[in-house]
């Protein structure tokens, strides 16, 4: 299983954008890139997958260097409800077999 | 996306006492996982509950302490058996649809606590 490191936490202020990179040097050919989204006291919510280059939605954009030893969370102008724990998951879900990295604390501040 | 629910939501049991904790899909899904998420820690694997066979544990928990059902393709029970205050701590059921591949959906889990 890929084994991911993120930074343990992170601060920002509103409005800003807030990029978080996940390490994953063993990534195997057929994993995916995903991060999650967690509050407290609620399950881990899906926010964006990724296999290689640059991945858009709505709420948030994944770079995905060529290599795919890593990724970047990147949040455009966070507010404070963004503040969760964002976490990096790198496997082939078909294959269950998927890690959850220890996660990095976003602190939005006003 | 997919509505998971999980019963109970919070239980707080004896030491050696067994639980066994439901979760239910509101669709067909392909692939049902069971977690495990300590206070201040990360989600770790159980087990992926598979339809009509035994679970497939990952390393460090074993179906006699931890066994699975998944009668069919909606429904799926953890037991955390023989209960000690080790064991306290949020269990988590997550499932993959067949149109979401790849996409994981998460209950809202279920907190227990061991005295």
């Known amino acids: 299983l890929a084994k991911t490191t993120q930074p343990i936490s992170m601060d920002s202020y509103e409005g800003q954008e807030v990029n978080i990179t996940c390490s994953h040097n063993n990534i195997a050919t057929n994993d995916y890139i995903t991060w999650y989204q967690q509050f407290p006291s609620q399950g881990p919510r899906f926010i964006i997958q990724?296999?290689?280059t640059k991945v858009t939605n709505e709420v948030a954009s994944l770079f995905i260097p060529a290599d795919r030893k890593s990724s970047t969370l990147s949040l455009p102008r966070v507010s404070l409800s963004d503040t969760a724990v964002y976490y990096c998951l790198v496997g082939d879900i078909d294959a269950g077999k998927s890690t959850f990295g220890d996660g990095t604390t976003l602190t939005v501040k006003p | 996306s997919a509505v998971i629910s999980q019963k109970p939501s919070r239980d707080i049991c004896q030491r050696g006492t067994s639980l066994t904790i439901q979760c239910q899909v509101d669709s067909q899904v392909t692939m049902m996982f069971w977690y495990r998420q300590q206070p201040g820690q990360s989600l770790t694997l159980i087990a992926t509950?598979?339809?009509?066979?035994?679970?497939?544990?990952e390393s460090g928990f074993v179906i006699d302490k931890f066994p699975i059902s998944r009668p069919n393709l909606t429904f799926s029970t953890l037991t955390v058996s023989n209960m000690s205050p080790e064991d306290s701590s949020i269990y988590l059921c997550?499932?993959?649809?067949?149109?979401?591949?790849?996409?994981?959906?998460f209950g809202p889990g279920t907190r227990l606590t061991v005295l």
């Open positions: 997550s499932v993959v649809r067949p149109i979401d591949y790849n996409e994981q959906f």
């Open positions: 990724g296999y290689k």
């Open positions: 509950a598979n339809q009509g066979s035994e679970a497939t544990y």
